[in-house]
């Protein structure tokens, strides 16, 4: 049977069927789900790499919505289109505008989760602190 083993972090090291784990390896009962899992002396965490991850792909799932049901594409080909002349240039940049202030806004849920100032967010929760997008006539 294996042990599982963590390091002085939390992090997992492995399991190890009788050899000797590292020195300073911290025996727990179980192995992660997902590698990046973190073990907080009773139970696995996400870690804040992992927290990062969500958080982002959440906002930019919601950020890419908001462009299509202007008929673009994309996030990105939207904001393409702000640097260069064309008709709908002038929603481009607001839409530039406005996605530059929710990723502004994401970026300071993520540091305040790491810092344990505030519970992740769902993403439900996340959509609805962020700053609602008005696009030009």
């Not at 990046?36 to 950020?63: C, F, M, R, Y």
């Not at 996605?99 to 609805?128: K, N, S, W």
Request: net charge negative.
């Amino acid at each position: 049977m294996s042990k599982f083993f963590i390091d002085q972090n939390g992090k997992y090291i492995g399991g190890f069927d009788g050899a000797t784990p590292p020195v300073n390896a911290i025996e727990i009962p179980s192995a992660p789900e997902h590698a990046e899992n973190i073990w907080d002396g009773t139970s696995w965490v996400k870690s804040p790499e992992q927290i990062i991850q969500e958080l982002e792909q959440a906002i930019d799932k919601h950020i890419d919505s908001v462009a299509k049901a202007d008929k673009w594409d994309s996030r990105i080909t939207c904001t393409m289109r702000a640097g260069y002349p064309n008709p709908r240039q002038n929603k481009a940049i607001a839409f530039g505008q406005w996605m530059d202030a929710c990723y502004a806004h994401c970026i300071q849920v993520q540091a305040d989760v790491v810092a344990g100032l505030r519970p992740v967010p769902t993403e439900a929760e996340l959509i609805a602190e962020l700053p609602v997008m008005v696009w030009p006539k």
